[in-house]
């Protein structure tokens, strides 16, 4: 299997920044695009930004100029700085991970991968 753990959530005040990280374990062959989505309560989960193996870059146009996705492939871990937060930021953030796993046999599997996810509350 591949696990997902995320880290650095927490409460902040508006303006102020956090960063999150995910790290990528397990019987990993190789990982393409990885990428952090969130969900508020009630509403439906988005994606944040993602990055793909090559290094290009999506936002959310909500958090472009904010947000800054990077990786280091050689720990298999994607992160996430978060500045100028802002109430409307406050959400569950989960990571995931496009990634091709070994599997019993010598075979390889793709495979779409979650991390449960860490809490992020922006209020003064």
């Known amino acids: 299997q591949v696990q997902l753990v995320e880290s650095g959530g927490g409460l902040v005040q508006p303006g102020e920044s956090l960063r999150l990280s995910c790290a990528a374990s397990g019987s990993i062959f190789s990982i393409n695009a990885m990428g952090w989505h969130r969900q508020a309560p009630g509403k439906q989960r988005e994606l944040v930004a993602s990055?793909?193996?090559?290094?290009?870059?999506n936002y959310a146009a909500s958090v472009k100029g904010r947000f800054t996705i990077s990786r280091d492939n050689a720990k298999n871990m994607v992160y996430l700085q978060m500045n100028s937060l802002k109430p409307e930021d406050t959400a569950v953030y989960s990571c995931?991970?496009?990634?091709?796993?070994?599997?019993?046999?010598?075979?390889?599997?793709?495979?779409?991968?979650w991390g449960r996810g860490t809490q992020v509350t922006v209020s003064s």
């Open positions: 990055m793909a193996s090559g290094g290009s870059t």
């Open positions: 995931n991970a496009v990634a091709t796993r070994y599997y019993s046999g010598g075979h390889l599997y793709t495979g779409d991968f």
